[in-house]
């Protein structure tokens, strides 16, 4: 019988600075990050890590 991951909580932790919007995930602070997985026996190959930034995007009226 399969064991996935079982996760209640992401994390979101608040940006390091201004934000930039330029595909660069470099300066996140991955600390909050979880593993998902649908198998536990095969979590090594077949597995995601996913991790939330707090950022406000605010566009000016």
């Known amino acids: 019988m399969s064991q996935p991951s079982f996760n209640h909580v992401l994390w979101a ?9 330029d595909g660069s995930v470099g ?3 991955l600390s909050g990050q979880i593993w998902l997985y649908a198998d536990r026996a095969t979590r090594d190959v077949n597995s995601v890590r ?11 009226p």
């Not at 932790?13 to 919007?21: E, I, K, N, R, S």
């Not at 996913?50 to 000016?60: K, N, Q, S």
């Open 13 to 21: 932790v608040p940006a390091p600075g201004p934000v930039t919007v």
């Open 27 to 29: 300066e996140w602070d």
């Open 50 to 60: 996913i991790a939330a930034d707090c950022a406000v995007i605010r566009r000016d």
